[in-house]
């Protein structure tokens, strides 16, 4: 019978660890979530709509880096 160690069984919770007692209590009293976000697991729509702003966002920060360059020649 193999014993499950602690690395195990933190990779099978993929829980964010607390560092101090302030992170730890807003884990156990407040509700704050300590799980990783996984894309694949949102509904379509959801994932469409975050890859969208994401996206807008990467392409005006292009733009906008690419209009200053433009301007100081």
Same mark, same amino acid.
């Given at each position: #019978?193999?014993?499950?160690?602690? +690395? ?14 302030? /992170? ?5 009293? #407040?509700?704050?979530?300590?799980? +990783? ?14 890859? /969208? ?21």
């Amino acid at each position: #019978m193999e014993q499950i160690n602690s +690395k195990q069984v933190k990779s099978a919770n993929q829980e964010n660890s607390s560092f101090n007692s302030v /992170t730890e209590h807003y884990k156990t009293i #407040m509700g704050t979530l300590t799980n +990783k976000v996984d894309m694949r697991d949102m509904p379509r729509a959801l994932r469409i709509f975050g890859y /969208t702003v994401f996206s807008i966002g990467a392409i005006c920060s292009v733009a906008f880096i690419i209009m200053y360059v433009w301007q100081a020649f």
